[in-house]
């Protein structure tokens, strides 16, 4: 990846050439500042600068440095542009290469900790625990096992608008070509955490999701290619960029019922856009196809 950040950001992080300038909350906070490219061009680079050195021990003054900004400065910078801190913004992107090691070559457990900068095997396996809810080895053969599946296969239909009992909305696809996605509701500015609830759904179609508990939930999704498998979207490499969407606005959820439909907008996503933790959830939903199927198969003799 070095040497191709540098065009590519600077033409990202221009908030007045791209096309979905309506959609993007970050870029709404910028625009409001005479600062704010500048300031997405340096998180940009700090994100390239750890995705190039993932596999070093990294220091919040080196990623500074790369964003060409004093330490204090640069992490309230990072964090008003991606929503989270630089250092849970770094442990997504490694937990990611890990995944992806996994699950497309044959290393060690203890070969997978270095690569991606862990000095401590220890510290490796709480932290992929913590965010897939397996250990590494653990999630290797859950995925041999389940990682087949087609995605568009764990879309639900789920009740009728009219009938549903929790938030409504949907999830459009970048020039309305219909795809896949998935859908998590997350609390405020917590997209690193579980969301509270999590579908595969189609684009362009009124979704109903279960109730959730009274507050305020971030609608995200990711979008999937087409004929993409449980183990394509775990395996992704972090330096593809796919589609991302944010809703416009907060779901609120009031007395058990939310005020206003959501929509969320695909777009082309950016490097500095916040890590979302899907892992869990995703194959939640694998495991959950796998005893449908089995228990709607008949016994034998």
Same mark, same amino acid.
């Given at each position: 990846?070095?040497?191709?950040?540098?065009?590519?950001?600077?033409?990202?992080?221009?908030?007045?050439?791209?096309?979905?300038?309506?959609?993007?909350?970050?870029?709404?906070?910028?625009?409001?500042?005479?600062?704010?490219?500048?300031?997405?061009?340096?998180?940009?680079?700090?994100?390239?600068?750890?995705?190039?050195?993932?596999?070093?021990?990294?220091?919040?003054?080196?990623?500074?440095?790369?964003?060409?900004?004093?330490?204090?400065?640069?992490?309230?910078?990072?964090?008003?542009?991606?929503?989270?801190?630089?250092?849970?913004?770094?442990?997504?992107?490694?937990?990611?290469?890990?995944?992806?090691?996994?699950?497309?070559?044959?290393?060690?457990?203890?070969?997978?900790?270095?690569?991606?900068?862990?000095?401590?095997? +220890?510290?490796?396996?709480?932290?992929?625990?913590?965010?897939?809810?397996?250990?590494? @080895? #653990? /999630?290797?053969?859950? *995925? =041999?096992?389940?990682?087949?599946?087609?995605?568009?296969?764990?879309?639900?239909?789920?009740?009728?608008?009219?009938?549903?009992?929790?938030?409504?909305?949907?999830?459009?696809?970048?020039?309305?070509?219909?795809?896949?996605?998935?859908?998590?509701?997350?609390?405020?500015?917590?997209?690193?955490?579980?969301?509270?609830?999590?579908?595969?759904?189609?684009?362009?179609?009124?979704?109903?999701?279960?109730?959730?508990?009274?507050?305020?939930?971030?609608?995200?999704?990711?979008?999937?290619?087409?004929?993409?498998?449980?183990?394509?979207?775990?395996?992704?490499?972090?330096?593809?960029?796919?589609?991302?969407?944010?809703?416009?606005?907060?779901?609120?959820?009031? +007395?058990?019922?939310?005020?206003?439909?959501?929509?969320?907008?695909?777009?082309?996503? @950016? #490097? /500095?856009?916040?890590? *979302? =933790?899907?892992?869990?959830?995703?194959?939640?939903?694998?495991?959950?196809?796998v005893l449908r199927i089995s228990h709607s198969t008949p016994a034998i003799g």
């Open positions: 990846m070095k040497g191709h950040s540098a065009i590519q950001w600077r033409t990202e992080a221009n908030c007045l050439k791209c096309d979905k300038i309506g959609l993007c909350s970050t870029v709404g906070r910028c625009l409001a500042e005479s600062t704010g490219a500048a300031r997405i061009t340096s998180v940009a680079k700090a994100v390239d600068y750890m995705i190039e050195h993932l596999s070093e021990p990294i220091q919040l003054s080196d990623v500074a440095r790369a964003g060409t900004l004093s330490p204090f400065h640069f992490h309230r910078v990072f964090r008003d542009v991606t929503t989270t801190t630089p250092a849970r913004f770094l442990t997504s992107l490694r937990m990611a290469e890990a995944r992806r090691l996994l699950l497309v070559t044959q290393k060690t457990v203890t070969d997978v900790c270095t690569s991606i900068g862990y000095s401590s095997l +220890g510290t490796f396996i709480s932290q992929f625990g913590k965010l897939t809810g397996l250990s590494p @080895r #653990r /999630f290797r053969c859950v *995925v =041999e096992q389940i990682g087949h599946i087609p995605v568009e296969e764990l879309v639900e239909t789920g009740p009728a608008p009219s009938a549903a009992a929790g938030p409504i909305g949907t999830v459009t696809s970048l020039h309305g070509e219909p795809c896949n996605a998935l859908l998590g509701l997350f609390r405020m500015n917590r997209p690193q955490e579980l969301p509270t609830v999590f579908h595969a759904v189609e684009t362009n179609r009124l979704v109903a999701l279960p109730p959730v508990a009274d507050g305020d939930y971030e609608p995200i999704a990711v979008a999937v290619g087409p004929n993409s498998t449980v183990r394509d979207v775990l395996a992704a490499p972090i330096g593809v960029l796919g589609r991302i969407g944010f809703g416009y606005t907060p779901v609120t959820v009031a +007395g058990g019922r939310c005020r206003h439909p959501f929509q969320v907008a695909l777009r082309r996503q @950016r #490097r /500095f856009d916040p890590p *979302v =933790e899907f892992t869990r959830p995703l194959l939640s939903l694998a495991r959950r196809r």
